[in-house]
Each structure stands twice: as C-alpha cells, then as structure tokens.
C-alpha cells in the first residue's frame, strides 16, 4: 500500500513542491518578542565628564541590579549617578554616607545584594576612591565595582 503512494506521487511529481513559509516567519517573529520582553538591560547612568581608566583585563558588567554609582572627579568632588548635570553633589563626608546607607537599605528592599560602582576619573587620586570606599564599608556594603574600559575610547 505504500509502494502505491509513493508511485502514484513520483508520477504527479511535475508540479512544483514548495513550503508555506508563512508559519515560520510567525515563529521567527514570536521568539524575537519573547528573547526582547524577557531580555535585562543593563542601565548605568554615566557622568561623561567623568574619564574612567583603561584596564587590560577589563570585564564587561554581568547585571547592573544593586549598584549604588557615585562618580569621582579629578579634584574629588563626588557626586551621585546623575554626575555634575543632574546630579548630587556630596559636600561632606555624611552626606556620602547617608546616601549609600538608603541606596543600600532600597536595594536590601529589593533583595539584591548592594555593590558600590565606582566611576573615577582617570586623572583622580586614589585616596579620594578610597575615602569613598571606607565610607561604604561604614555603611554596610562590602563589594565594590571600578568603571573601566576595556579599550582606548575615542574621544
């Protein structure tokens, strides 16, 4: 009987065989929108007057949940994420404290484990990062992210 079926078929097998391609093209289209809706963004806001330095064994950042960014300046003034634009300026050490303490307590909130990002210029002086950094450690958070790049940006 199945010898029958494919005769018959290598007999009518003038015309043309073709695909509807239709349902594929569907498919392809609905796992674009599930990888995009179920896709994290990784969104840091960046002071662009602040140069980080460039480290050989830079990584590319895993997940930018928790992070708690303050941007150092090359006269260590220090701000929060929003840099010198939109930002807040961090006039004394308390100041520096009480933030990181209630960015730290929302991302606790969050159940996230708080990391303090640090985005130094360049040209700053490693004893303002690490003024910065025992204020976070009095605070409570004990990991700490450097911004780097990777590469030599194009200015």
Do not use: C, W
């Not at 007999?11 to 599930?34: C, H, R």
């Not at 809706?37 to 662009?48: E, G, P, S």
């Not at 930002?87 to 484990?113: C, Q, S």
């Amino acid at each position: 009987m199945a010898s029958n079926k494919l005769r018959n078929s290598q007999l009518n097998a003038e015309g043309d065989a073709s695909v509807d391609m239709s349902p594929m093209i569907d498919l392809v289209f609905l796992l674009l929108i599930f990888f995009l809706v179920n896709a994290t963004m990784i969104i840091v806001q960046q002071d662009a007057k602040v140069k980080p330095p460039v480290a050989s064994n830079a990584k590319e950042a895993e997940s930018g949940k928790g992070r708690i960014v303050v941007n150092i300046y090359e006269n260590g003034d220090f701000f929060n994420a929003g840099g010198e634009a939109d930002g807040l300026k961090f006039d004394t050490d308390e100041d520096l404290f009480d933030y990181i303490k209630e960015a730290k307590e929302d991302v606790d909130l969050e159940g996230l484990e708080p990391k303090l990002h640090l985005r130094g210029d360049k040209r700053a002086v490693f004893k303002h990062a690490r003024k910065v950094i025992r204020i976070a450690a009095k605070a409570g958070v004990d990991q700490v992210i450097f911004a780097t790049y990777g590469f030599e940006p194009n200015e």
